[in-house]
């Protein structure tokens, strides 16, 4: 089974997988609410609430995501919640959830491009900066819409005598994204890179 295949025959299967774990966790979550009522505020009952609530978000943002990665043409939708789900997504990847403090600041902005093609191009540009995160501090996420131009903005500080482990990378951003993107989603998006104090990516969505 090549590739493609595993692609076709597991991503079938994941709505119903997501479905299938939904409800045996509403069942303990509703479970947890009455052990509530009964004993009050209970520390154990709280963190596991929290648990079963950070399980619920990650399913969530994941079947949001199949839902925009299934979808074949251009449709206008939220880019604040598609960086929501799609920050929360991020989270299962260790080196983005441990390595790098993280500040978010997302903004309502509808936008019309095909969402899939955006994730494809958002997840290559992330994963390959995470390759490099050893020294990074802060990965600030944004997004901004000015003169009728929405973008998408990735600022990685790190320590100053590293700075050359960035500028490499950086520089063969846009040869990396030939390599792996079609050229129908390399036409859809713009890539701004730069290394000064800190490193900053910008992703212009045409």
Known sequence: ????DKYIKYGKLLPGLIHN?????????GRIELLQMKMGDDKHL????????RINEILKAVAYLLDKDHTDKDTGFDLQIFLENYYT????DMRFK?????????EHHNVSTNPSSLMNYLHTIMHH????????SVMQINNTFENDIHCINICMKYNAEIKADFVEPLNNMKKILEKKLSENILS????????TDEVVVKIVIL
């Open 1 to 4: 089974m090549n590739k493609n």
């Open 21 to 29: 774990l939904n409800t045996p966790l509403m069942g303990c979550s």
């Open 46 to 53: 709280n963190q596991i609430t929290t648990q079963l609530d």
């Open 89 to 92: 997504f991020m989270t299962t």
């Open 98 to 106: 441990h390595h790098i403090e993280k500040e978010l600041n997302f």
């Open 129 to 136: 900066l995470l390759k490099f995160i050893e020294g990074a």
């Open 188 to 195: 859809r998006f713009e890539l701004h890179t730069e290394v």
